[in-house]
């Protein structure tokens, strides 16, 4: 297959980004086209839908073999499930797809037509294999079950940002990282509340510490 473009966010590793899409309407990026693929024709009618869904490359998760069974971290990282019952980046072929919100599509001289995109759940640069719309009427299924999933505890952290250290992060970055931190980056297995965490976003190193439903930043380092 050939890649179309990348998408851009403001992660730089893979550590904090959300283990879904839309889980953070706040997180915003883009998606930049290579230049036989910006021919504003094939935008048409793509400025209709809300949504979108991205077929992307897990271009930092690559293995030479597959395993047949993977751990899920929010199954606590001990217990196996099929790779095809999961969205492990580590399978046959290392394709992710994601269903974000089209917020607006720009036209521009240099880069032609620039998608600017809300819910990501991307690493920065990633390979962009194809864009298509979401349909609801096919691709939303209210009646759909979620297989493990369902006893997956989603409930959001609070999160105990201080002031002088939420004053350094740029206010238009503010929402997607405390949206970021509520999810609860850590894996599933760890709960160690002594232990200390860093999420690199925006341009920052956001330190922090997890004491029962409490996350509470600690420090924030510009890198």
């Keep these: 297959m050939n890649i179309i473009g990348h998408v851009y966010t403001d992660f730089q590793e893979k550590f904090g ?4 899409s839309g889980l953070v309407d706040e997180l915003t990026g883009t998606v930049v086209f290579l230049p036989e693929y910006r021919q504003p024709e094939a935008f048409r009618g793509l400025e209709d839908f809300s949504h979108i869904w991205i077929l992307w490359e897990f271009h930092k998760a690559k293995r030479e073999n597959w395993s047949a069974t993977v751990k899920p971290p929010k199954l606590g990282g ?3 499930m099929g790779v ?7 399978r046959p072929n290392n394709i992710g797809l994601s269903s974000v919100k089209l917020t607006g599509i720009e036209y521009t001289d240099d880069y032609g037509p620039i998608l600017h995109i809300s819910g990501v759940d991307l690493l920065n640069g990633t390979p962009v294999y194809d864009i298509k719309p979401y349909i609801p009427y096919t691709d939303c299924h209210p009646d759909a079950i979620g297989g493990f999933t369902e006893h997956i505890h989603t409930e959001k952290l609070d999160v105990i940002f201080p002031p002088e250290l939420l004053a350094m992060i740029p206010e238009a970055k503010r929402p997607a990282l405390i949206g970021i931190l509520a999810e609860d980056p850590r894996p599933g297995y760890q709960h160690d509340p002594d232990r200390r965490y860093g999420v690199a976003f925006a341009g920052f190193d956001v330190r922090f510490h997890i004491n029962g439903n409490v996350l509470t930043v600690c420090e924030v380092v510009a890198v």
């Design 17 to 20: 980004i959300p283990r879904q």
């Design 78 to 80: 001990n217990k196996r």
């Design 84 to 90: 095809f019952a999961t969205r492990s980046p580590f």
